[in-house]
């Protein structure tokens, strides 16, 4: 599986470099994820661009993803840029599951924006 890291103080970004994202990507692809989630990564963007075919597995592996930062901080999708893979999300209704946003600039801007809240909030419970 080709993809690239980009890790930044307050979030990751995770760049799939494949065209495919199947039953051969998928398990590596989870274990990428739980890696992260193991070395404290609280913010997770998965960049698709690069992706112009997915199928149930690679469903699943994101969705894995989703689970791992549902606690844990945010978990963002961008580069759904294919018709495929953008239908796929229609399709399925992961659309209403996922955080998508459509660049990576507002992932990030995103990300960063909902650490601030998450600040904020944990500063007014502890006053």
């Known amino acids: ?6 890790k930044a103080e307050r979030y990751t970004l995770l760049k799939l470099e494949e ?5 051969f ?6 274990s990428e ?7 404290g990564v609280a913010n997770l963007i998965l960049d698709l661009s690069e992706v112009s075919f997915a199928d149930s ?8 993803a989703n689970r791992l930062w549902d606690a844990a901080g945010t978990f963002v999708l961008t580069g ?3 018709d495929n ?13 996922f955080t998508i946003i459509p ?11 909902s650490e601030m809240e998450r600040e904020i909030g944990g500063e007014s419970e502890d006053a």
């Open 1 to 6: 599986m080709k993809f690239r890291v980009e």
């Open 19 to 23: 065209e495919t994202l199947n039953s």
């Open 33 to 39: 994820f739980v890696i992260l989630h193991n070395e």
């Open 57 to 64: 597995s690679g469903l699943s592996a994101i969705l894995t």
């Open 85 to 97: 893979v953008s239908k796929l999300m229609k399709i399925t209704r992961l659309d209403k599951v």
């Open 103 to 113: 660049t990576e600039a507002e992932a990030i801007d995103y990300v960063l924006l």
């Open 25 to 30: 990507i998928a398990p590596q692809l989870k």
């Open 80 to 82: 759904l840029v294919h």
